[in-house]
């Protein structure tokens, strides 16, 4: 929750994306649907809510040490830096 309201308040990112130069995409990982529709309305609206219908494999091309877990991305959506630990 600190970290979602961190970005959430965030001027420079708010910015980007009201220029539509960056989209955020909260993807929920698990697989527990219904806690995902108990929680996503929190998010801010301007964000893409996502959920995994199967969990997203701990070895596989994202990796999720801890959550959350936050992945930055180019226009050609190749990852470009992960596990982002400042804001």
Known sequence: AEIINRLKYNTDLNKKILSGKTKVLAVYPDGDRILWEKSYHKLPNNWI??????PI???GKYVFRALP???????????????ITTL
């Open 49 to 54: 809510a996502a959920f995994a219908s199967s």
């Open 57 to 59: 494999q701990p070895m």
């Open 69 to 83: 877990s936050i992945y930055i991305l180019d226009k050609n959506k190749k990852v470009i830096a992960k596990d």
